[in-house]
């Protein structure tokens, strides 16, 4: 039953509320006159002495005096001894403060939020439309009466809910008809939070400890849950089992100590249907001084039945509720991740705060078509949306993202980062690039250094890529392929067809020991051919390093490989032509840049055995042209992979002695290179000692990043030789190290590698004629049964797609990008594994909008010119690739 109705107030308990928003209202006709336009406010008479008498029976009626009644009152006492030329502006003040205490009409609402951007902008603050605080005898309006209601039929059988203050609709600003004005929104939005005023420390602090440190950052910090605070419940009607949400009046708190001696606290609640125990383990002591007798509690959780068939909840979440909170009462409430449960209300408001005075002035970015084409909301309406959704939304599916506004505001990310892509790509295809000869002969010249045939799957990404080097433009293209697929024949070939047509080549790899191994396997081919290739290493190394150098820079080096030493100052090339960057996403995009940068824009091909699903490639390789090895060559066999748990280790040892007194060899890998007091991880290092006990009478080695390179070089050679039977690795030998006669890979606390990092280990055996066989052993009594369901991706398919989808859908984009450790999101909202279907539409419609308008300079694409500057520049440069 609404508050409103005579049965719930009691004898004219409504009409003075009543009457005191009418006292207001009466001031809403002269302030129509006087602002809509000509001379009216210099002819409007005694306008002062009206408002401050319709203020003095505003409080006459009983309602007590607010910041926004202040301020109305203190503009009126000064309003009629104004000079005219001021007069209106004052009224656009009055206005303002006049919104946060009634419905205005849509003309006034406009006038009265630009007041408030004006004051915002010169360091005075309007109050603000739906953050006010409320006495107990808020007005209820004519339009409006139902707004003091916060539950349906709380009032005659609960806990009566404090009054909730009427709550204007919500208006978005006009839209900016300028860039001037565009650039004046974004600079207010992107204000820090400390500038704000009024903004209490506490929960500005919670904000800007997640890297939120401006308006804007504040207003994308999405909620993790909702909760429906409509439907608050009774607790007799409360079943054990289930979750439920109470509104209940604090009776008494008592501190306790369980057997163990720990803390333990009950709080009793009730209401006017029956009692309830909150019952908290190891509370703190703050937590005692969070209830006091008499207070109104919201709590929810999961209710038991405990002693005496009491309903109970244990470790439930709570909040204090105060009059007039309509951020945390009567509406579908967000939960903000990382504060504890006693922070949210502060949180709650402030972001109400932001949501209602600064979301509404948020420019809309899109192209207008392009918006409306999807049905998509306007930005502000989906910021709104997305924190407080609007009455009837399932909280499940607002957590999940499936809502109006998160479908906007996804779109919206991924439209950026394509348009981003698409503007490359057709940037990329405009410069003048180098012509190679690709044609059939020498192509088939390019190939025939090579001791073993191409694989069909390997000639048609080798026809692709000759494809794009006899044409003018550069080339810019992706080479997938699976571990152990043969990327690395074809990269020779492109780089010979390089060489072929007096070029020079580079080929940047992530480790000394794998651009050893290229340097070694590319030199073997070309043993007998007069092809030079040098192995550029560290400044330091001396004398044979200043000779690979000049080598390079004189061009008699037609090949160089190296690290990331190849992007260092002092390397110089007589001629680059091709740029060969394998596993591209373990370079930081500078250094790939660094390296293009040494030639006259050269061709570009980037070699990744990380598998890149589909919707990540789209995302975030959409502008380079791809090519995809998809099958193994000639002798590779299947690896057998089977996970153990901690105590099964024994069992996996047993295997790789059978395996290492066949005359095979094994690896060992460890997520850590020695032991750390900050974990109790296992440890390649300690893991060493302990092996040369398990595996007496077989060489124990030890390889890790640490160690020189001379000694790296030295263990590793050492194991090609056959000479170390069982090598104690960390994932320094993840990419590209080949020996044949490793038929073993035991993985140590394998729950703690990614799902594709796995698939690469495991890629370090099974390149002969022999079965071989990757061990996980995994810690499950610190990872659970989630670990023990992923890392069973692993055991069950050899598809490198497949587990990296899995991966993508477990842990994000970053895992496979290169970017974990970057501190930086590359998806804020969207999720690549869920969002498919909008990341084919936003591609569809950016990649149309630049081939229409490749600078995006009509003026209603100015907007997304302009975000893509300012909004989108540092984020969408992790997806950068040449």
């Known amino acids: 039953m609404a508050r409103g109705s005579g049965e719930d107030r009691g004898e004219g308990g409504g009409e003075p509320a009543i009457s005191a928003a009418r006292a207001l209202e009466a001031l809403v006709p002269p302030l129509r006159f006087a602002l809509a336009g000509g001379a009216r406010a210099e002819r409007l008479a005694a306008f002062g002495a009206m408002a401050t ?35 209106r502006k004052a009224l656009a003040r009055i206005a303002a403060h006049l919104s946060a205490l009634i419905p205005l009409p849509p003309e006034l609402r406009d006038v009265a939020r630009s007041a408030r951007i004006e004051m915002l902008s010169g360091g005075r603050v309007a109050e603000p439309e739906q953050t006010r ?26 806990t009566p809910p404090p009054p909730i203050a009427p709550e204007p609709e919500w208006h978005e600003a006009p839209a900016p008809r300028t860039s001037a004005e565009r650039a004046e929104r974004r600079r ?51 079943r054990p089992g289930e979750e439920g949400i109470v509104l209940a009046t604090v009776g008494h708190a008592r501190a306790q100590r369980m057997r163990s001696g720990k803390p333990m606290l009950k709080v009793a609640v009730s209401d006017p249907t029956g009692a309830l125990e909150l019952v908290f383990f190891n509370a703190p002591p703050w937590r005692l001084k969070q209830f006091q007798q008499g207070d109104t509690l919201l709590a929810w959780g999961k209710v038991t039945e405990g002693f005496g068939r009491r309903r109970q909840m244990t470790q439930p979440e709570v909040e204090k509720v105060h009059a007039g909170d309509s951020a945390s009462f009567g509406r579908i409430v967000p939960v903000y991740p990382g504060p504890a449960d006693y922070q949210h209300p502060a949180l709650r408001k402030l972001m109400k705060r932001l949501v209602d005075e600064l979301a509404p002035l948020v420019p809309d970015d899109l192209p207008p078509a392009t918006r409306a084409a999807r049905g998509l909301l306007s930005r502000a309406r989906a910021l709104r949306d997305a924190h407080f959704p609007p009455p009837g939304t399932d909280p499940a599916l607002a957590a999940a993202r499936a809502t109006a506004a998160f479908r906007r505001l996804i779109y919206e990310e991924l439209f950026f980062l394509q348009l981003a892509l698409a503007r490359r790509r057709r940037g990329v295809r405009a410069q003048s690039g180098i012509a190679f000869d690709a044609s059939p002969e020498a192509l088939q010249r390019a190939t025939s250094r090579l001791p073993f045939r191409l694989t069909g799957a390997q000639e048609r990404s080798l026809v692709e890529i000759a494809g794009d080097m006899g044409r003018p433009e550069p080339m810019n293209r992706l080479l997938q392929g699976d571990v152990g697929s043969g990327k690395t024949a074809v990269a020779f070939a492109a780089m010979m067809l390089a060489v072929q047509s007096g070029w020079q080549a580079a080929l940047m790899a992530p480790t000394e020991i794998l651009a050893e191994q290229h340097a070694g396997t590319l030199a073997g081919w070309l043993e007998g051919s007069g092809v030079e290739i040098a192995l550029v290493g560290a400044a330091a190394r001396g004398k044979a390093q200043r000779a690979a150098r000049a080598a390079v820079a004189d061009g008699r080096a037609r090949i160089a490989v190296g690290t990331h030493a190849l992007v260092e100052e002092d390397v110089a090339f007589e001629k680059l032509g091709l740029v060969v960057v394998d596993e591209q996403h373990r370079f930081g995009v500078m250094q790939r840049l660094a390296l293009i940068a040494k030639g006259r824009r050269p061709d570009v091909l980037v070699l990744t055995a990380t598998p890149i699903p589909r919707t990540l490639a789209l995302a975030f390789y959409g502008d380079l042209d791809q090519s995809k090895i998809g099958e193994l060559p000639p002798g590779r066999t299947p690896v057998a992979t089977k996970l153990y748990g901690d105590s099964q280790r024994k069992a996996a040892y047993d295997l790789a002695r059978r395996e290492l007194e066949a005359g095979r060899q094994v690896y060992v ?36 990043g640490q160690l020189k390179p001379e000694e790296k070089r030295d263990v590793m050679d050492r194991f090609r030789a056959g000479a170390i039977h069982v090598l104690v690795a960390t994932t320094v030998i993840e990419v590209g190290v080949d020996v044949a006669n490793a038929t073993v890979m035991i993985v140590e606390h394998a729950e703690r590698f990614g799902l594709s ?15 071989s066989h990757c061990l996980l052993v995994a810690h ?18 050899q598809d490198g797609f497949e587990i990296a989808r899995e991966d993508l859908r477990i842990r994000g984009p970053g895992e496979l990008l290169g970017t974990r450790q970057s501190g930086l999101a590359i998806l804020d909202v969207a999720d690549l594994y869920r969002d498919e279907i909008i990341l084919e539409e936003a591609r569809e419609d950016a990649f ?35």
């Open 53 to 87: 008498s319709a203020v003095a029976r505003a409080r006459a009626s009983g309602v007590p005096d607010s910041p926004a009644l202040t301020r109305l009152a203190d503009e009126a006492a000064r309003f009629d001894a104004l000079p005219v030329k001021d007069r």
């Open 780 to 797: 499950f009594r610190r990872a659970g049964d989630e670990a023990r369901e992923r890392l069973r991706a692993v055991e069950r398919t």
């Open 669 to 704: 890998v460890y997520p850590l290179v020695a032991e750390s007091a900050k974990t109790d991880l296992a440890d390649a290092t300690t893991g060493a000692t302990e092996l040369r006990k398990v595996f007496a009478g077989h060489e124990v080695g030890l390889l890790h």
């Open 848 to 882: 149309g909008l630049v081939e229409a308008d490749p600078d995006l300079t009509r003026p209603e694409h100015e907007p997304a010119a302009e975000a893509l500057r300012a909004r989108w520049a540092q984020r969408l440069s992790l997806a950068q690739v040449g």
């Open 757 to 771: 990092q796995l698939h690469q280990l495991r890629g370090r055996v099974g390149r002969g004629a022999e079965k």
């Open 133 to 158: 605080t409320a006495s107990p005898t808020a007005i209820p309006t004519a339009a409006h009466p139902e707004r003091t209601a916060a539950v349906s039929g709380a009032e005659s059988k609960g």
């Open 188 to 238: 207010l939005l992107a204000a820090p939070l400390a500038s704000l005023p009024r903004a209490h420390p506490s929960p500005r602090a919670q904000l800007e400890e997640r890297g939120r440190t401006t308006v804007e950052q504040a207003l994308e910090f999405w909620p993790r849950a909702y909760q429906d605070r409509t439907a608050v419940r009774r607790i007799a009607e409360l």
